[in-house]
């Protein structure tokens, strides 16, 4: 059974920053494409990062420079660290696997909540 669990959000203040986790099981994450997307309030999802299985990294316009996404294979875990965090930044974080076959998005988490307001 494929399982992705989200962790680390919160109720953080604007300029503070956060760590985000993804435990997952039940596929090989060590060969999948892993990606961070958000929902914000009222809008689409956004896909502001993604890691592939060498560990390079993309990131979306909107949160360059800010956000770090990071995976150990080891402990089949994704991570995103997201700095100097803004009111905009408020959203639903899921993490979620690639898939080459359909090209989407094939496995979710559940979400973790950030929250970012003074």
């Known amino acids: 059974q494929v399982q992705l669990v989200e962790s680390g959000g919160g109720l953080v203040q604007p300029g503070g920053s956060l760590r985000l986790s993804c435990a997952t099981s039940g596929f090989s994450f060590s060969k999948a494409v892993m990606a961070w997307v958000r929902q914000r309030p009222g809008k689409g999802f956004e896909c502001v990062s993604s890691i592939n299985m060498e560990g390079t990294a993309t990131y979306a316009d909107s949160v360059s420079g800010r956000l770090r996404i990071s995976r150990d294979n080891s402990q089949n875990t994704l991570y995103l660290q997201v700095i100097n965090l803004k009111s905009e930044d408020t959203a639903k974080y899921y993490c979620?696997?690639?898939?080459?076959?359909?090209?989407?998005?094939?496995?979710w988490g559940q979400g973790t909540q950030v929250t970012v307001s003074s």
């Open positions: 979620a696997s690639w898939s080459h076959a359909t090209q989407g998005f094939d496995n």
